[in-house]
């Protein structure tokens, strides 16, 4: 790993706080701790996590507040919930509410650590990012991330022609090819250079490059 994971820890009780903060620590995590609800608000949405180990009984904000709250703002990083309230309502009502996994406490730590690993895994397998132009491709919800943190929301059909660029960076296709592969019920290859123009004008002119005679290809990284 080039990057390290970076996880942020809200909990409000110290002892229990650095005790994950070691324990995270020590395997190679990069550990944020936030010890409140309005903390642990502003660190979400200022910085970016991988994962989210949130206590549920916070005070001021619950946890699963403090949660939603994060997720109606676009912070998708995973989270793990920890919580004395370990029957299972609570944990229906945590995984209703955002939560992607539940422990109760006290929980086995290495239970903990596995559970997180999972976690962090589930998310590279099913959000596949693609690199673009001045941005990475979201496939699944069809956004881009700009590099400098905008996010562009694309329409599906655009999403489809990206993905398709963007799964073959250096290759060049013909504008029958991209017809067949994207827009099959279509039959003018017209439609193509209407959505290559839709993506120029959210992207950059220089996202989707022109090659004279033969087609389009993913511009260049930068
Ligand atoms: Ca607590």
Known sequence: MSEQTRVLVVEDDARLALMLEELLRG?????????????????GLSQPFDAL?????????????VLGRLRRKG?????LVLSALGNP??????????????????????????????LLRRTTATVPVLRVPGGALDIEGRTVTLDGGEVLVLSDREGDLLEHFARRPSRIFARADLLLSVFPEASDEGVVDTYVHYL???????????????????????
């Open 89 to 118: 309502s609570d944990k229906v009502e945590g995984l209703d509410r955002g939560a992607e996994d539940y422990l109760a406490k006290p929980f086995d730590i290495d239970e903990l650590l596995a559970r997180l690993r999972a």
């Open 75 to 79: 912070v998708l990083a995973p989270a």
């Open 53 to 65: 180990l949130l206590d549920r009984g916070l005070p001021a904000i619950e946890g699963l507040d």
């Open 200 to 222: 120029r004008k959210k992207l950059g002119r220089d996202a989707i490059l022109t090659v004279r005679g033969v087609g389009y290809r993913l511009g260049a990284p930068e």
């Open 27 to 43: 395997e190679g995590y990069e550990v944020v701790v936030a010890k409140d609800g309005q903390r642990a608000l502003h660190l």
